[in-house]
C-alpha cells in the first residue's frame, strides 16, 4: 500500500519524518575532525623540514640549529658608561 502525493506533503507527515530521522541533526560540526587534520598536516610539515636538513646538512640536528640560529640572530645589548 502506497501513500497518496497528497499524504506524503501534508504537515503532519512531514513533522513524523522530521521526528524519525532525529532532525535536527545532532552529530556536530567536525571541529574535531578538523584540528586532527590540521595537526597531521603540521607534523608531516615538521617531519619533512627535518628530513630535508639532516639529508643537505649531513647529520646536522634540525631543532639544535634552529634554536642557535634563533639565539644568534638576538643582537646583544652593550652599555657603555
Known amino acids: 500500500m502506497t501513500a497518496s502525493p497528497l499524504a ?9 519524518i522530521r521526528k524519525a530521522s532525529n532532525y535536527p541533526d545532532q552529530t556536530g560540526s567536525g571541529c574535531a575532525t578538523a584540528l586532527i587534520v590540521i595537526f597531521l598536516f603540521i607534523t608531516a610539515f615538521l617531519v619533512g623540514l627535518y628530513m630535508r636538513h639532516y ?27
Open 8 to 16: 506524503i506533503s501534508s504537515p503532519f507527515f512531514i513533522r513524523a
Open 55 to 81: 639529508k643537505e646538512t649531513e647529520g646536522g640536528n634540525f631543532f639544535s640549529d634552529v634554536a642557535d640560529k634563533i639565539s644568534g640572530t638576538i643582537p646583544k645589548i652593550k652599555v657603555e658608561r
